[in-house]
């Protein structure tokens, strides 16, 4: 079942989805000392060991539960996260297409940086584009750079809205070379583009990780589920070139 965020009325997808598990992989790669990421995720459901206790255990379980339920909801969904995230033995296939993406989006090319405002462009499509600008330098300096545009803080500090997600991926993902090799330009350069830009805003620290990751996920989800799914079913486990089929 879809979560909604009270930042704004999008719908993003669960915790679970094959999307949201991509992202979660690929931001634990490349932010490894978040402390806000779960950090040890098992390779499969703990389920077999619950099982494994003696049944006076499940009067605690079921208080704990309830405990649960009664406590107030935060940004913290990680207590279902880790029995979701990597399971059903594809951990290493997982893996293998976060490597691929990684490696893809440390060495994508982009075009020289060109901020220059179009007169027919609205202030939130400017913003963006700021914004995809910075993110693109993937630098230590991002929140400093952020904090010195006080429109852009603003912006991103008042609320993040999908829509406004939308155009801040879409104007990273368009600002890579024309020049990059042809293998190069294909949904899974787009793909680890976009995982790229998610794990750099979960960085900045405005809104929950789990909010930014499920507007990735939802961006994910409307634009390559198709070649996610299809990629994540490859024999080998590596990231295979299908998406060559459809170019954007």
Excluded at 125 to 133: H, T
Excluded at 169 to 174: D, H, I, K, P, T
Aim: glycine residues 6%; aromatic residues 6%; hydrophobic residues 30%.
């Amino acid at each position: 079942m879809d979560q909604q965020h009270s930042n704004g009325d999008v719908r993003t997808p669960a915790a679970d989805s094959l999307e949201f598990k991509l992202l979660m992989a690929y931001t634990r790669k490349r932010r490894p000392t978040d402390t806000r990421l779960p950090q040890n995720i098992p390779s499969s459901p703990q389920l077999p060991e619950e099982h494994g206790k003696p049944k006076k255990n499940k009067r605690k379980k079921r208080l704990s539960s309830l405990l649960k339920c009664i406590k107030p909801q935060t940004d913290d969904v990680r207590v279902r996260e880790p029995a979701t995230i990597f399971s059903d033995g594809k951990v290493k296939k997982m893996e293998n297409m976060v490597s691929e993406l990684t490696e893809l989006s440390e060495s994508v090319h982009f075009t020289p940086c060109e901020i220059e405002p179009d007169g027919a462009e609205d202030e939130e499509s400017d913003v963006a584009r700021k914004l995809a600008e910075l993110l693109r330098e993937q630098g230590d300096e991002l929140n400093e750079k952020i904090k010195a545009d006080k429109v852009l803080l603003e912006a991103l500090q008042s609320s993040l809205t999908y829509g406004f997600f939308m155009k801040v991926m879409e104007a990273f993902c368009g600002s890579v070379s024309p020049d990059v090799p042809p293998e190069q330009k294909d949904k899974k350069v787009n793909v680890a583009l976009v995982c790229e830009a998610t794990s750099q805003l979960v960085g900045i620290h405005y809104h929950p990780v789990t909010y930014v990751m499920g507007l990735g996920a939802r961006y994910l989800q409307e634009t390559y589920s198709t070649w996610i799914s299809r990629n994540m079913d490859v024999g080998n486990g590596e990231v295979g070139d299908e998406s060559k089929e459809e170019v954007q």
